[in-house]
Nanobody
Framework: VQLQASGGGLVQAGGSLRLSCAAS????????MGWFRQAPAKEREFVASINWSGGNTYYGNSMKGRFTISRDDAKTTVYLQMNSLKPEDTAIYYC????????????WGQGTLVTVSS
């Protein structure tokens, strides 16, 4: 599975961005896809995930109510709509995929930088 993230950029606090993650390869074998982020000098943080078949979604605590993860009907692209952005949301955002509920995220995209100015 190959993942290509895009959509990052510079936005003012309170603004919005939508990230995309295009998946190719054996996507039908995937259980879920997710977004993670890593800010400078900080550990990687879970942002959101969506199950490929049922569409169940999960969010990190600081993202609830502001971020929305979704996928297209063809199940080849996952989106992360980010609203009410804060400077602390500044990070490199990575999309990832895993094959089962019990497995770790084994496929990763290259990351896209989101910078939120105050």
């Amino acid at each position: 599975v190959q993942l290509q993230a895009s959509g990052g950029g510079l936005v003012q606090a309170g603004g919005s961005l939508r990230l995309s993650c295009a998946a190719s390869g054996r996507t039908s074998s995937m259980f879920s896809m997710g977004w993670f982020r890593q800010a400078p000098a900080k550990e990687r943080e879970f942002v959101a995930s969506i199950n490929w078949s049922g569409g169940n979604t999960y969010y990190g605590n600081s993202m609830k109510g502001r971020f929305t993860i979704s996928r297209d009907d063809a199940k080849t692209t996952v989106y992360l709509q980010m609203n009410s952005l804060k400077p602390e949301d500044t990070a490199i955002y990575y999309c990832a995929a895993r094959a089962s509920f019990s497995s770790s995220y084994e496929y990763w995209g290259q990351g896209t930088l989101v910078t939120v100015s105050s």
